[in-house]
T-cell receptor
C-alpha cells in the first residue's frame, strides 16, 4: 500500500513569490493535515481538511491556504513568501476525521525562501 | 490549552545502553490520545504508537516500551539495548478535540544519538 506522497521534494523561491505544495493521502484516508517544521520551532499544525472542507487551522496568517480535492488529495498555497517560511512542510493523512486516529506522514517538501 | 513538554533536547548513549525519553502533557480533556513518532535524518515522521487516555496499560514492542501514567501526565518511551539505527529525533504528541481543535500538538522533540 502506497504511503502519503508529497511533491515537490525541494523548492527554492524568493521573497514575495507564491508556492503550491501537493499531497496525496493514503488510499481510503479522507483527512489531510499540514504541518510546518521550521528550524527551532518544532512541528506546528497548519491546516486540516476533511471531506473537501477546511475543518481547522493553526495560528498562521491567511496567506497560508489550501484545499482538498474530491479524490482527497490536497494543496497548500503560500502567498507573499517571507524568509521565515523556509521550513519542511509535512502532510499527513488519517482514516477518519479526528478521533485520535494515527496520522501517517509523507516525506515532506523542503521550502527555501531566499 | 494542550501542551506537550519534552524536557530532554538531546541525549547521547553508547550502543546497547537503555535510554528513556520523557514526555509530559497538559490537557483539559478527559478523552485524548498520545503518540510517539520517530523522525530519522531523512525527515519523514514514522508512527510508533498511539495510546488513548482510558488505557493505562504499558506496552512493549520488541526493544521499545511505553509507560503511560495519568497521575503524573507522563508518557515515557524506553528503548532497550539501543542500536545506531535508533538515532533520530523522537516526538511525543497529544491529540484532543478540545474546542473542536482536532489537531496534533507536538513536543519540541528529543534528538537521540546512539554511538557505536
Amino acid at each position: 500500500e502506497a504511503g502519503v506522497t508529497q511533491s515537490p521534494t525541494h523548492l527554492i523561491k524568493t521573497r514575495g513569490q507564491q508556492v503550491t505544495l501537493r499531497c496525496s493521502p493514503i488510499s481510503g484516508h479522507t483527512s489531510v493535515y499540514w504541518y510546518q517544521q521550521a528550524l527551532g520551532l518544532g512541528l506546528q499544525f497548519l491546516l486540516w481538511y476533511d471531506e473537501g472542507e477546511e475543518r481547522n487551522r493553526g495560528n498562521f496568517p491567511p496567506r497560508f491556504s489550501g484545499r482538498q480535492f474530491p479524490n482527497y488529495s490536497s494543496e497548500l498555497n503560500v502567498n507573499a513568501l517571507e524568509l521565515e517560511d523556509s521550513a519542511l512542510y509535512l502532510c499527513a493523512s488519517s482514516l477518519e476525521r479526528g478521533g485520535g486516529n494515527e496520522q501517517f506522514f509523507g516525506p515532506g517538501t523542503r521550502l527555501t525562501v531566499l | 490549552a494542550q501542551k506537550v513538554t519534552q524536557a530532554q533536547t538531546e541525549i547521547s548513549v553508547v550502543e546497547k545502553e537503555d535510554v528513556t525519553l520523557d514526555c509530559v502533557y497538559e490537557t483539559r480533556d478527559t478523552t485524548y490520545y498520545l503518540f510517539w513518532y520517530k523522525q530519522p535524518p531523512s525527515g519523514e515522521l514514522v508512527f510508533l504508537i498511539r495510546r488513548n487516555s482510558f488505557d493505562e496499560q504499558n506496552e512493549i514492542s520488541g526493544r521499545y516500551s511505553w509507560n503511560f501514567q495519568k497521575s503524573t501526565s507522563s508518557f515515557n518511551f524506553t528503548i532497550t539495548a539501543s542500536q545506531v539505527v535508533d538515532s533520530a529525533v523522537y516526538f511525543c504528541a497529544l491529540f484532543d478535540s478540545g474546542a473542536g481543535s482536532y489537531q496534533l500538538t507536538f513536543g519540541k522533540g528529543t534528538k537521540l544519538s546512539v554511538i557505536p
